[in-house]
């Protein structure tokens, strides 16, 4: 089994795990949006906060995510990973001049993660902390008792630096993506000409109303 | 006209360079970037200094010998070869800095003097086709689609310089190394060995410590020959079907 091993070593191999968790967190992304705009529903977080208690409760979904938390970990240690090597194979001495050629998010990769990192430290503790861990008030729903998480997260989203945080966030997802969801399929190969301009309408359609929506949501609740 | 050059000065791999400031007064619009240095490199010479060292051979655009990183950009500011960049490009009392290729793999020898044997070596390890082809056979004796052919063809205009490396920010060398692969690759003479080519070779790039590829295609903007990104997706192809289903993993050349 040592050409796995050689396989995943090497300059290739550690692209295709950036490549391949980055794919599954895009899919993530639009799941995770979709239970988000239940939040704008006006019903007093009754759909949220049933699927808050789904999403917690399902052994499915439980599974599902537990590979989630495992990918985003990845994804995070390879791209240390990546960038060490690849600033080590740039050198000590830099130029004197420097004209990048190339899209600006795809050579801030590593900033745009860095940001979406330190919000989703932020937001981890918040939301997905005090579902898991902490005391949120119950709620009842016909004969069910579930945790009111649309309440905190309501109280979060009146908090203007909160909103500010969260707006800014979802602008670095959008440059992280802009650049990562074709730069992922052209990491496994996947380059064909009849195919390029879908993966690139798709891609950047899908970098700028996911993020948007996403951003959306704490702005309406904000001024509602 | 009259050209400030700052240009990089290293005696040998070991010491510390440093950026050195010449004037070159009578430049002519019609030379070539390198027949500049030339003149400066006579004046030089007449004053008793040592004169600049830099690569070239060919001087036509098709060797790839030559180098230099001039004003940010690898052969300048065309895309096309250093020794085929005019003075014309440039205006009249213009400060051009130029300096060596960086990257860890490309160790500055002197001054402008990159050692890119590195490319040999992965060169070495798996471009190249090994079982006899036979002689040169009748034209269209060969199944072969014309762009197919073309797409070789293409691939094959690689010329080695190593300007992909200069631009990328991650001095990756995948772009000559996909170049190599996907030329071989696409035609029939180069089946028999496809596979383990894709293996050995890339095994080579990252020994000699080249960067990973981060799809910015600085280099594709950069290639004096106009290599397209395309063919690093099919050497990733390549590779991770080599990979995964090759017969020979040790390139000890078998015997297991």
Redesign the interface.
């Known amino acids: 089994m ?2 796995l091993i ?2 995943f070593s ?7 795990v950036m490549a391949l968790t980055g794919l599954f967190i895009i899919l993530f992304l639009a799941v995770h949006l979709i239970g988000n705009l239940q939040l704008l529903k006006d019903d007093g977080g009754e759909a949220f906060n049933v699927y808050a208690y789904f999403m917690t409760h399902n052994p499915l979904i439980k599974i599902v995510s537990y590979v989630n938390y495992a990918f985003f970990i990845f994804h995070i240690l390879w791209a240390i990973a ?1 960038t060490r ?2 600033r ?4 000590p ?11 600006w998010s ?2 801030n ?1 590593g900033i745009l993660g860095t940001i979406i990192l330190a919000f989703l430290i932020i937001h981890m503790r918040q939301f997905w902390g005090e579902m898991h861990f902490g005391s949120v008030p119950l709620k009842t729903y016909g004969d069910h008792e579930v945790k009111d998480l649309y309440l905190i997260v309501g109280a979060a989203f009146k908090e203007w630096w909160y909103v500010a945080l969260y707006s800014l966030a979802m602008i670095a997802i959008a440059f992280h993506l802009w ?1 990562g969801f ?2 992922a399929f ?6 064909h ?1 009849k195919y390029n301009p879908v993966i690139s309408f798709v891609g950047k359609t899908f970098s700028i109303v996911v993020p948007a929506l996403f951003a959306l949501i704490p702005i309406v609740m904000f001024f509602v | 006209m009259k050209i400030t050059l ?1 240009v990089w000065r290293q005696k040998n791999k070991d010491t510390k360079g440093a ?1 050195k400031t010449y004037q070159v007064d009578h430049a002519s619009p019609d030379m070539s970037f390198l027949e500049m240095i030339d003149v400066l490199n006579t004046d030089l010479i007449k004053k008793g200094e040592e004169s600049i060292a830099f690569d070239h051979d060919c001087r036509e655009g098709i060797c790839g010998m030559c180098s230099l ?1 001039i ?3 690898p052969h300048g500011p065309l895309q096309t070869t250093t020794c085929q960049l005019h003075m014309r490009t440039f205006k009249d009392g213009e400060t051009i ?1 130029v ?1 060596p290729w ?4 490309f160790p500055v020898i002197k001054d402008l003097v990159v050692d890119r044997s590195a490319f040999d070596r992965i060169q070495q390890a798996g471009g190249y086709v090994n079982v006899n082809t036979g002689g040169v056979p009748d034209a269209n004796m060969i199944p072969i689609s014309k762009k197919i052919a073309d797409e070789a063809f293409d691939a094959a205009t690689c010329i080695g310089c190593g300007a992909c490396v200069a ?1 990328c ?4 060398a ?1 772009l000559f190394v996909s170049a190599k692969v996907s030329q071989f690759a696409l035609l029939p003479q180069g089946q028999v060995e496809r596979k383990e080519r894709a293996e050995k070779m ?2 080579q ?2 020994a000699e ?10 280099c594709e ?2 290639c004096p020959k106009g290599i397209k ?2 063919n ?9 079907g080599a ?2 289903s090759s017969y020979e ?1 040790s390139s000890g050349g078998g015997g297991e």
């Open positions: 040592k050409w050689d396989l090497s300059s290739l191999g550690r692209k295709v990546l090597k690849n080590e194979a740039r050198g001495q830099g130029y004197a001049i420097k004209n990048s050629k190339g899209i795809s050579r990769m650049h074709e730069s052209q990491t496994l190969g996947l380059n000409m | 700052k950026f990183y004003n940010g950009h800095t300096e960086r990257a860890n793999a631009a920010k991650n001095a990756s995948m890339i095994a790039m990252d410590g080249f960067g990973s590829c981060t799809n910015t295609y600085a903007a950069e990104v395309a690093i997706a099919r050497m990733n192809r390549e590779y991770f990979m995964l993993v």
